[in-house]
Each structure stands twice: as C-alpha cells, then as structure tokens.
C-alpha cells in the first residue's frame, strides 16, 4: 500500500470511529492529565488494537503491519490532525514491546507481545532510583536467585503509571558486589504481589501519574530475565534508545496538538499581534518539525532527549506569555496552560537530565575527555 493509501485509510479510520460513542475522548489526556478518562482511554486503546492500529511497526508475525517508518508517521500525523486522545499502553507497545523483539527469547515473546499488542496488560519502567536518577548505572535494587524465582529487593522512583500496570521492567543488581554496569538484569516483574508497594507522588499539577514503588522479597521467575543475566546494561540502553527515538513520533500527537491550540488561542486573545509572540509561536512550529526530523533520522538518543524536552519546556513558557496575567491566578483551579507550564519543569529533568545527556554526547559521541569526578 502507497503511503498515500495508508493515510488516507487511518484517516478515514479515525473520523469514522472518533464520531461515535468515544467522541468525547478527543484531546484528552497525555503528560499530566494521565488521569483523564482513564478506563474509557483503555477502551479506546483495545478499539484500535482490534482494527489493527497498534503496533504498527511490530513484525507480521507478532501481531503488526511491518509498517514502514513513513507509514508509521503518516498515522501518528493524522491521529494528531483528529485529536484523538493520548494513548495509554504506550510504556509496552513503545518501549517494551521492541526490546522484546530485540533481545527477548521466542517464549518471552510469545507470552508478552499479544498481551501488549492486545492492551491486555499495561507496563511500567523500572529504572530510577532515588540515589540513581540520570545516573542509570548506580541503581542499588537488587536481586537473588532463590530456586525458580528471582527475589528482588530494592526502592525505584518516578515510575509512571506504576499504580495502573500489570507488569514492570526492572533494572536490578544480580551479580553480588558488581559496579556501574557490570551485573545488571533486566528482569519482567508482576505488579499484583504481596511484595510490592506503590506509593504515588503527588506533582506540582496536583495529579499523580509518577510514584515510588518499593520492593520487599518480590518475586518473578527464573526465566523473565530478558538477555543474559548480568547483561542488563545492554538491554536498558536497547529500550532507552526505544523510548527517545522513533516512540516519541507518538509523544509529538500531544505536542502538536498543544501547539495548535496555543496558536489558535493567541489569535482569539490578539496575544499574536504581539511580534515577538508571533515569532516564538513560529520558532515553536518550526522546532516541531525538526523534532520530528530527528525522531525520522534516528538520531542519537541523548540528542533527540535534549531536543523534545527543551521545546515542551519552552512550549509552556510560551503558554504563560500568550495567557498573559490570567495565568497567574487559579479561581478555579489549574487550567490546561497552567497544567502545561508546571508539568513541563519536569522535562529536562526526568528521563536523563539535560546535564547527563550533555556529557553522554560530549563523551560518548563526540569523542571530548572525561569529565573530572570523584
């Protein structure tokens, strides 16, 4: 099928489907307003999962089209043009998905892909610590060999959606005195057992879609260890690489979405006659697209980081300006541009620092000396 055919077939698709009984759904949630319509965004979810929509680029055989990139960009791009809502199975059919397709084994694959590809079961990421944020290496949770099960101990922080999902992917110690990326596993952890607790962070927005989740002698088996024990490392930056690259082509629905709505409220309020809004609302829509250029090209992870997150931060200082004085009163509580200031602080800081995917790029990429440390 042209690419052509293909946009055209999604967009019939979801104006077909978005004018009926899930109507209302449109433009909700996303960053911060997770919380919104929760359930009936799952049934939406299972609705595209049903017709074909999800996984786009999985392999035939795992339950995708095989799509190519350019077909998944035209849909991504036409579910942004409908306004559908934010989707909500995207930690494991972006994220978890792939690195099973990756690195996991044919039985991994086969008791987890059609769960995902289905929204079966929803998935969270175990990586930060509270001592080990940007620093993924340092992670201290930890993890034994007990019979037919791993025992995992340990604290991990910033988990989104911890307190909806079925399942996690952990990033523990299992090789007894290892350091930094050495004896690392990355290991498929149930949510729904007595050695687990969740405990949701309430933010600045006042919602609650990150949490701490502490395990206590919690148990997963022997053979959900995906790629080799001890080699976890390569695995965490397999999905790191996932979530900061091509994934974030679904992150962008909801960037372009509030960038449109932004635009459209500068010309109602005439913030927009004011030239250097003007030009900021025109720089934005420009940085859009080269954020998408990136996600195409597959550039390096650290870099598309620093892009997105840089501009979503931006996006919501925007925001402020074009609002102008009202955005500093809440009669009523926090609105949609005061939801996407406060949230938007977190951008730069969560899933790698600015400053960590700086020197990653210096040393890593551009070949610079070490910085000094202690």
Known sequence: MRVDD????????LADNLAGEYRHLRGLGGPGREHEAFDERIAW????????????????????????????IAFHEEYARADA?????????????????????????????????????LWCQGYSEPN??????????????????????????????AHLADWCFVIARTEPGSQRHHGLSYLLVPMDQ???EVRPIVQLTGTSEFNEVFFDGARTAADLVVGEPGGGWKVAMGTLSFERGVATLGQQVG??????????????????????????LARARVGLEVMCAYAVRGTDASVAKLVWS?????????????????????????????????????DTIYGGSDEIQRNIIAERVLGLPREARA
């Open 194 to 196: 007595p050695g687990i």
């Open 45 to 72: 979810d299972r609705h595209l999962a049903a017709a074909g929509w999800t996984c786009l680029g999985w392999p035939v055989e795992h339950g995708g089209r095989a799509a190519s990139l350019a077909d998944q």
């Open 255 to 280: 960037f372009r979405r509030e960038l449109d709505a932004l635009a459209d409220l500068a010309l109602r309020n005439g913030a927009a006659e004011d030239p250097a809004i003007s030009e900021r």
């Open 310 to 346: 840089r501009w979503h931060r931006g996006l919501g200082e925007l925001a402020m300006d074009v609002v102008g004085a009202a955005s500093m009163l809440t009669p009523d509580g926090l609105d949609e541009w005061q939801r996407l200031f406060l949230f938007s602080r977190a």
């Open 85 to 121: 809502p934010a989707r909500v199975s995207h930690i494991g059919e972006e994220l978890l998905g792939p690195t099973l397709l990756a690195f996991g084994t044919d039985e991994q694959r086969k008791r987890f892909l059609p769960g995902i590809r289905q929204v079966r079961e």
């Open 6 to 13: 293909f946009r055209a077939s999604a967009r019939e698709w």
């Open 132 to 161: 080990a944020g940007s620093d993924l290496a340092a992670v201290h949770t930890s993890a034994r060999r007990d019979g037919d099960d791993w025992v995992i101990t340990g604290q991990k922080v910033w988990t989104s959606l």
